[in-house]
């Protein structure tokens, strides 16, 4: 089953203390994006990456790390999590860019509060 | 400014209706299109793109876009309860790969 897997799926952290969300996917698609969605805000990019080794900013990048040392995971790393990074996010791949021409698929979500 | 407004709902319709859901956005470099549902507490996923002015249909759903006037719509024929969602619109430039969303329109459709 095609299918992208986030973990972990709820997590409360205290300011400071470094944490990693891992995202990993079975369809060997090339692109990999992380977003977060805040009420009234909407759902917002991160970072995205093109293939291994290829990463780039999206529209909230600060605060946060991406590595694409595989071509299946793409973790998100929180080095200092603050309280204005409790959210939800979601990682999501597709084969073309933003699955512009064909589908993006989206993981089940992590949700994260920081004390 | 944003770059893509959409409006933000709340929408509630009866069952059968017509619904129409609709972004505008201010960047001319905006190439591909898409709408995305999300169900509560799930991630979005994808019902339509398109990367060309004029109508696109799939099913139930048309997709419309208006480049000249910067301006997206998504058409729900007979609408279900099934339907009731968030939609989101998205947006990506021709010559990079940042995704850009709108903040999504509520929409319920009553039995």
């Known amino acids: 089953e095609a299918q992208v897997t986030q973990n972990p799926r709820y997590l409360i952290t205290v300011t400071g203390k470094k944490l990693t969300v891992t995202c990993s996917q079975n369809m060997n698609h090339e692109y990999m994006s992380w977003y977060r969605q805040d009420p009234g805000l909407g759902l917002r990019q991160i970072y995205y990456?093109?293939?291994?080794?290829?990463?780039d900013k999206g529209d909230v990048p600060e605060g946060y790390k991406v590595s694409r040392k595989e071509k299946r995971n793409f973790p998100l790393i929180l080095e200092s999590p603050s309280p204005n990074q409790t959210s939800l996010y979601f990682c999501?791949?597709?084969?073309?860019?933003?699955?512009?021409?064909?589908?993006?698929?989206f993981g089940p979500g992590t949700r994260l509060t920081v004390l | 400014q944003k770059e893509v407004e959409q409006d933000p709902g709340p929408l509630s319709v009866p069952e059968g209706a017509i619904v129409s859901l609709n972004c505008t956005y201010s960047n001319s470099a905006f190439q591909y299109f898409m709408w995305y549902r999300q169900y509560s507490r799930k991630g979005p996923e994808l019902l339509m793109y398109t990367y060309s002015s004029g109508n696109k249909e799939d099913g139930r759903f048309t997709a419309q876009v208006d480049k000249s006037s910067k301006y997206i719509s998504l058409f729900i024929r007979d609408s279900q309860p099934s339907d009731s969602a968030t939609y989101l619109c998205?947006?990506?430039?021709?010559?990079?790969?940042?995704?850009?969303f709108g903040k999504g329109t509520l929409l319920t459709v009553n039995p």
């Open positions: 999501a791949s597709s084969i073309t860019a933003g699955g512009r021409t064909d589908t993006q698929y």
């Open positions: 990456s093109m293939n291994v080794e290829v990463t």
């Open positions: 998205a947006m990506i430039e021709g010559s990079n790969y940042k995704l850009t």
